[in-house]
């Protein structure tokens, strides 16, 4: 049995046996086969304390079962430098002309960058953790199941706004959600042409380059701006259901309504206090893994556009900084039900 799944099944074991097995599991973790460092990235010890130090509280050395919680800091810590590199593949990839094919219909865009950027992401991930599992955009676009376990799993978009991507308009990200028994463990979001390093860890907080993030305190919705998209979806019904709702919340009045063209950055907004919610019904799982979390540590709140619980697979969310203009949102949304990430075939 691997380490971590070990460590999952050992929960009820006293604070002193798992404090002994984290420093274990630490020495392992630490160093590659060979005592090598060919399974870190470059600067990747110095993306760790650049980004880990905020994250990590005073009290990560007392042996508590709070402790369970930092084996994932490893990974972490890796995310954030694939995140960065991937970043580096994007921007090199502006500079050339970019190739690009459609998946699910003539507006659903995928370029030979977002399948490389996965690919260099899942691989490294394979190398420094064979046991974890993935969700990953391009890998289910290729016909891998997209269904989450109870596994440690990374969910990954290699570049959320494709679309901004093929017209260098600048907005791109690559997405990194990491969940343990379906509970978004850590997150990050790179804003590649901004250089923007956004990171999250469960009861951590939620930080900018290493700048803690708060939501907006504002919980009157005509004082708000209020980010969406339109979706890579033209079924009538549902571009329908698009606009009534956006007219419904331009009308409240709100102060304006934005949209980034990726979901993640749209919640990473939501995450600084820019913004005060976004919404969107089509996105993907590996669109708000990561965002869904950077939200929540910030402060703000998550929410089905029904109001029932947000669920990652359903394809649909609302994202805001209160319960009060959440609420208020989707009383103005007119909802409709893509099909499931995780329906069956
Ligand atoms: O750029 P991708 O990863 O495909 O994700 C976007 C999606 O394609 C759009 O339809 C949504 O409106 C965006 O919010 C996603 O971020
Ligand atoms: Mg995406």
Not at 24 to 48: A, F, I, K, M, W
Not at 251 to 269: K, L, Q, S
């Amino acid at each position: 049995m691997d380490v971590e799944n070990a460590v999952l099944e050992l929960c009820s074991l006293p604070a002193q046996v798992l404090w002994s097995f984290v420093c274990v599991y630490r020495t392992t973790c630490r160093s590659p086969p060979g005592g090598g460092s060919t399974l870190l990235l470059d600067n990747e010890e110095e993306e760790t304390r650049k980004y880990a130090e905020p994250l990590i509280g005073s009290d990560c050395r007392q042996g508590s079962t709070s402790e369970m919680a930092d084996l994932w800091q490893n990974a972490m810590d890796h995310a954030v430098a694939l995140a960065r590199r991937a970043g580096e593949v994007v921007r090199e990839a502006l500079q050339d002309d970019r190739k690009v094919m459609t998946k699910s219909c003539s507006v659903d865009l995928v370029t030979q960058t977002d399948q490389k950027v996965e690919q260099l992401i899942i691989q490294s991930v394979k190398e420094k953790f064979p046991t974890h599992s993935f969700i990953g955009e391009e890998s289910v676009a290729a016909g891998e199941a997209c269904v989450l376990t109870d596994c440690p799993t990374w969910i990954v978009d290699p570049i959320d706004g494709t679309t901004n991507f093929v017209h260098a308009f600048p907005f791109v990200a690559v997405s990194i959600g990491f969940s343990v028994n379906r509970q978004m463990e850590f997150a990050v979001v790179y804003s590649c042409l901004e250089d923007k390093m956004y990171t999250a860890r469960r009861g951590k907080g939620a930080f900018c380059n290493g700048e803690p993030l708060q939501v907006s305190g504002q919980e009157d919705i005509k004082q708000s701006i209020i980010s969406t998209e339109f979706g890579s979806s033209r079924d009538p019904e549902a571009v329908e259901k698009i606009f009534l709702s956006l007219r419904s919340i331009l009308c409240i009045p709100v102060h304006g309504v934005r949209g980034a063209g990726t979901a993640a950055i749209n919640m990473c907004h939501v995450a600084s206090g820019c913004v005060e919610a976004y919404y969107e019904v089509g996105i993907h799982v590996w669109d708000v893994a990561a965002g869904s979390l950077l939200v929540s540590e910030a402060g703000g709140v998550l929410m089905d556009v029904d109001g029932g619980a947000a669920d990652l697979m359903s394809r649909r969310i609302v994202a805001a900084n209160s319960r009060t203009i959440a609420e208020r949102l989707v009383s103005e949304i007119h909802s409709f039900s893509p099909l499931r990430d995780d329906a069956t075939p």
